[in-house]
């Protein structure tokens, strides 16, 4: 069987497959599944193009990548083709492990992050498929002597970041997140085991750390994201309080598992068969459920699936500060008069805390520029833009979420 396949991305044009057991781990079911979780998770009821899925994400990583390691290699960095194909399957199967909706569902459906699931998931591949698994295990996790490899699986300029950045900007047709990902790539190197920026390229940083915390106002932190993403979240959260309070709730089996029981990681790490099961779960079980429970006895669960799949998103407020305590007691006392709602329903249907946008943390790994002279300087202090400093701080902003049926002029005055 040829196993020299090529895909045709929209984004870069054709991928190759570099080696036979890359193919086989692209077939795998593991990543097959893939197909069927979406990168952006509910962002298409904002930007309607936004319907690409972690797997169009992994080939473009992957991609990305290779063009990497061709690159140091050009420049005398010393990378073995067993470093260079572990490598490759670090940064494939850096995702395998995402929820239904990637982050929308992320320590909802188990209490377990999707780095936890993608680690676990890829040691179960290494005992199938063996090969380079090992390495690309110990890459994955930090573990690997050479500690570049993980820089750029997984850091403040990591390969994945370059790859979702230029995805989603394409996609969503929002053409402030553009990001130069061939020059980035052209411009990294290594020194003492660290990936370094050539300082010719600190341009193209500055428009990467831009254009990344625009992506996340505009994409990643709409407000009406947030809203859809929190209404997903009120859902699953009924069918579980039903499921324990022994109502029933139709769901598919793999589904099932994960409202009835609340699993976490020694769970999953002492029963295996919780971490098979979770592997057949994608976005196609729980929209099939919520078409299901659109129809509910449950007022509280038909209502919510009814208004997600009409698209009939909570109006969402954002704030500089966070509401005072009496606002939203008022708000809440609103809310449960108008819809009729008792006091133990009202939280599914106003929901309110914090959002942050944080384009480049000085605390963690930094993105180093390389200086023509030999010097290392962190991007903050090299860069002469006084806005890529003013980056490093955490931009937080406050919420408020609540149905739109509710007449504005009742809570008008909690916003003057």
């Given at each position: 069987m040829n196993k020299r396949k090529v895909f045709n991305d929209p984004v870069y044009g054709f991928i190759n497959i570099p080696s036979e057991l890359i193919f086989d781990i692209i077939e795998h079911p593991y990543v097959q599944r893939l197909r069927r979780i979406r990168q952006l998770g509910l962002t298409d009821l904002v930007y309607p193009g936004a319907l690409h899925t972690r797997f169009h994400h992994a080939l473009g990583a992957m991609h990305l990548m290779q063009?990497?390691?061709?690159?140091?290699?050009n420049k005398g960095q010393d990378i073995s083709d067993d470093e260079c194909?572990?490598?490759?399957?670090?940064?494939?199967?850096?995702?395998?492990?995402?929820?239904?909706?990637?982050?929308?569902?992320?320590y909802t459906l188990l209490n377990v992050s999707h780095e936890e699931m993608s680690r676990l998931l890829m040691k179960r591949l290494e005992q199938e498929l063996g090969g380079n698994l090992g390495l690309a295990y110990r890459i994955f996790t930090d573990q690997y002597e050479r500690r570049f490899f993980h820089q750029l699986?997984?850091?403040?300029?990591?390969?994945?970041r370059l790859d979702y950045l230029k995805r989603d900007c394409f996609y969503t047709g929002v053409s402030e997140g553009e990001i130069g990902a061939d020059r980035i790539i052209k411009m990294l190197d290594i020194r003492n085991d660290q990936v370094v920026v050539e300082e010719k390229g600190i341009y193209s940083i500055e428009n990467f750390l831009t254009a990344r915390r625009l992506m996340y106002w505009q994409v990643y932190l709409h407000k009406a994201s947030v809203s859809a993403e929190k209404m997903l979240?009120?859902?699953?959260?009924?069918?579980?309080?039903?499921?324990?309070q022994g109502v029933p709730v139709p769901a598919s089996p793999c589904l099932s598992l994960f409202l009835e029981r609340k699993i976490t990681l020694?769970?999953?790490?002492?029963?295996?068969?919780y971490l098979e099961h979770y592997t057949e779960l994608d976005d196609n079980d729980v929209w099939c459920a919520i078409k299901g429970w659109q129809k509910h006895s449950d007022r509280v669960l038909a209502t919510l699936s009814q208004m997600l799949l009409q698209r009939k998103l909570f109006r969402?407020?954002?704030?500089?500060?966070?509401?005072?305590?009496?606002?939203?007691?008022?708000?809440?006392?609103?809310?449960?008069?108008?819809?009729k709602l008792n006091s133990d329903?009202?939280?599914?249907?106003?929901?309110?805390?914090?959002?942050?946008?944080a384009a480049y943390v000085v605390e963690d790994q930094k993105i180093s520029i390389l200086t023509k002279e030999g010097k290392i300087f962190d991007v903050v202090q090299a860069s002469e833009l006084p806005h890529i400093k003013a980056m490093s701080q955490i931009v937080k902003k406050y919420y408020v979420c609540w149905p739109k049926s509710l007449a504005m002029h009742s809570v008008s005055s909690l916003f003057c």
């Amino acid at each position: 069987m040829n196993k020299r396949k090529v895909f045709n991305d929209p984004v870069y044009g054709f991928i190759n497959i570099p080696s036979e057991l890359i193919f086989d781990i692209i077939e795998h079911p593991y990543v097959q599944r893939l197909r069927r979780i979406r990168q952006l998770g509910l962002t298409d009821l904002v930007y309607p193009g936004a319907l690409h899925t972690r797997f169009h994400h992994a080939l473009g990583a992957m991609h990305l990548m290779q063009n990497t390691v061709d690159s140091l290699r050009n420049k005398g960095q010393d990378i073995s083709d067993d470093e260079c194909e572990a490598l490759l399957i670090a940064i494939l199967l850096h995702d395998v492990g995402h929820a239904p909706f990637s982050h929308a569902l992320e320590y909802t459906l188990l209490n377990v992050s999707h780095e936890e699931m993608s680690r676990l998931l890829m040691k179960r591949l290494e005992q199938e498929l063996g090969g380079n698994l090992g390495l690309a295990y110990r890459i994955f996790t930090d573990q690997y002597e050479r500690r570049f490899f993980h820089q750029l699986v997984s850091s403040q300029l990591d390969i994945d970041r370059l790859d979702y950045l230029k995805r989603d900007c394409f996609y969503t047709g929002v053409s402030e997140g553009e990001i130069g990902a061939d020059r980035i790539i052209k411009m990294l190197d290594i020194r003492n085991d660290q990936v370094v920026v050539e300082e010719k390229g600190i341009y193209s940083i500055e428009n990467f750390l831009t254009a990344r915390r625009l992506m996340y106002w505009q994409v990643y932190l709409h407000k009406a994201s947030v809203s859809a993403e929190k209404m997903l979240v009120s859902i699953i959260r009924r069918a579980q309080h039903l499921l324990a309070q022994g109502v029933p709730v139709p769901a598919s089996p793999c589904l099932s598992l994960f409202l009835e029981r609340k699993i976490t990681l020694p769970n999953i790490e002492q029963n295996t068969d919780y971490l098979e099961h979770y592997t057949e779960l994608d976005d196609n079980d729980v929209w099939c459920a919520i078409k299901g429970w659109q129809k509910h006895s449950d007022r509280v669960l038909a209502t919510l699936s009814q208004m997600l799949l009409q698209r009939k998103l909570f109006r969402i407020k954002l704030f500089n500060q966070p509401l005072k305590t009496e606002s939203i007691t008022y708000l809440k006392q609103e809310v449960q008069q108008e819809m009729k709602l008792n006091s133990d329903e009202i939280s599914y249907f106003l929901y309110y805390g914090e959002i942050s946008n944080a384009a480049y943390v000085v605390e963690d790994q930094k993105i180093s520029i390389l200086t023509k002279e030999g010097k290392i300087f962190d991007v903050v202090q090299a860069s002469e833009l006084p806005h890529i400093k003013a980056m490093s701080q955490i931009v937080k902003k406050y919420y408020v979420c609540w149905p739109k049926s509710l007449a504005m002029h009742s809570v008008s005055s909690l916003f003057c």
